[in-house]
């Protein structure tokens, strides 16, 4: 069995992945995800994790929010830090903004998760149409609904997302990253 790894700054990631992996990788893989407590966490911790991993045929996956910092900044970090561990075999990912545009990305499927049809035509509006431009997704979010929670929120919407449908450029961009680097070993 070939493994997977994520490397992920926060537990919503996970949630959100658990649901949504499923459609996008074959079933031989074997997931795995690292956690870290935050993203100064992750980078901090992301070399030595990297160099101990020893199984073999293992592929990874690191993936962290861009928050206020320039997109290219973070992913060549990240990108150094990877061949600094002499991890070839991984896909970096960076989430613009944050989580939650992947979510607003594709509000068909926040209707869906939240049974509350009538979300699913907010993504008709002009500012849910690049959801990666947001400033504040979480707030976006919570503004149409109200009680959205980030764990929750993730789980019920990650089984929910349809890659050929949502909007966020990053989402896709994770797509197909995963995609390819899954093809290249199958």
């Known amino acids: 069995m070939k493994n997977l790894v994520f490397l992920l700054e926060e537990p919503s990631a996970k949630d959100l992945l658990k649901g949504l992996l499923p459609r996008l ?4 893989y074997n997931v ?10 992750l980078e901090k911790q992301l070399v030595r994790k990297l160099r101990a991993w020893l199984a073999p045929d293992t592929l990874f996956v ?7 910092a320039e997109c290219r900044d973070v992913k060549q970090r ?11 075999n991984s896909l970096v990912r960076v989430v613009c903004r944050e989580l939650e545009s992947w979510v607003l990305g594709d509000l068909q499927a926040v209707a869906q998760a939240f049974n509350q049809p009538r979300l699913g035509l907010q ?3 002009e500012r ?19 009680d959205y929670q980030k764990r929750d929120g993730a789980r019920r919407v990650g ?4 890659p050929a449908r ?7 961009s994770f797509c197909r990253g995963l995609r390819r680097l899954v093809a290249e070993r199958t």
């Open 25 to 28: 990788i074959p079933e031989n």
């Open 32 to 41: 795995r995800y690292l956690v870290f407590e935050g993203k100064q966490d």
């Open 62 to 68: 690191v993936m962290r929010d861009q928050d206020a």
């Open 78 to 88: 990240l990108t150094a830090l990877v061949k600094e561990a002499k991890r070839d």
């Open 123 to 125: 993504a008709q509006r």
């Open 128 to 146: 849910y149409r690049n959801p990666d431009k947001l400033r504040h997704p979480i707030d976006e979010l919570r503004r149409i609904l109200p």
């Open 159 to 162: 089984t929910c997302l349809d």
């Open 166 to 172: 949502n909007q966020s450029e990053s989402f896709q």
